[in-house]
């Protein structure tokens, strides 16, 4: 996850040969060159090319069941070896709602978390962002409510050194007016988010925001610097029996693997879903070798967001078998 403008994969696979130390060849006067002019290639570590974030979803049940204060992220996401940090706004609505999302309580979420995350050295990666109304809706002005509501977001983002918040396309949901409607809805938003140096990144997060092709091709007719997506792992449900976003069963899914190459060209974060483990520690739901080297062979470089969501391990140990298969594919120091 990082900051960074949005770039066609010809750019991104520029970077990453730059990244990786191959060197152009300089303009002018063709000359033969023998082995020993050669210069030397320096490989890049791979601590310097991806770090590893915690999306706080991962803690929501320790926060929401538990009753743990949702100000010790940082804390807990330290000790468990992390560098970065990915707030969940939702989890803090018990607080911010009783003074109306007022200018005040906001301040006073940023301040906090911003003493935290200096307290335990880490940095303010994203801000995820939920209920704040729905920026595919159909009418304009619920529309543009929704844009607006999402404001007082940015606002907190770029005074916590975030270079992201995440938003979701929920609204209508037939084909045609989802797109027009989410290529509005995300125009609006990232107009106001462009000069507060923050992206708006959108993840697939079930109902057509799920179909990978579709939407990249939101992203391409967009067509803005500081508009992206985070593509995750899991979350490919279309369709639901009830017709919800999130809760009944999925009856129509889309290929994951399809939809986070599509998603990664794209891509200003990535978010590594898991649910379980076999006795090996491999995540036993989704091919993970398989999703880091799509992430790869885009030329993505940056923060890979933790995001445990699983039921059988606890969050702790689901958060560390996660970070410690991401650490072996990464080659990463777990």
Known sequence: MKRRNFIQNSTRAGIAFSLLGVYACKQGKKKETTDSEMPEETPVAPEQLFKLSLAQWS??????????????????????????????????????????FSEAAMKAFVDKCNAESEKHGLENVL????????????????RKEAVENHYKWVDAASAMGCHSIR?????????????????????????????????IIVENHGGLSSNGAMLAGIMKEVGMDN????????????????????ESKCIEEYDKYQGVTELMLYAK???AKSY????????????YA???????????????????????????????ATKNLLSKLLDLSA
């Open 127 to 142: 801000i995820m962002i939920d209920g704040q109304g729905d920026l595919a809706a159909s009418d304009a002005a619920v």
């Open 269 to 271: 974060a990535v978010s």
């Open 167 to 199: 938003v979701n396309l929920n609204g209508t949901q037939e084909q045609e007016a989802w797109t027009k409607a989410s290529v509005d809805g995300l125009t609006q938003l990232a107009t106001y988010a462009k000069d507060k140096n923050v992206n």
């Open 227 to 246: 508009c992206g997506t985070l593509p995750d792992f899991g979350n490919f449900c279309i369709k639901r029996e009830d017709g919800s976003y999130y």
């Open 276 to 287: 379980d483990f076999d006795a090996e520690g491999n995540e036993s739901k989704i091919d």
């Open 59 to 100: 803690i929501n049940q320790m926060i929401r069941n538990d009753g743990v204060d949702p100000y010790t992220f940082a804390e807990k996401a330290k000790a468990w070896g992390f560098t970065g940090l990915e707030y969940v706004s939702g989890l803090y609505y018990k607080e911010l709602e009783k003074d109306n």
């Open 290 to 320: 398989k999703m880091i080297q799509i992430v790869k062979d885009s030329g993505y470089t940056g923060y890979i967001g933790v995001e445990y969501e699983g039921n059988v391990l606890s969050e702790e140990e689901g958060i560390i």
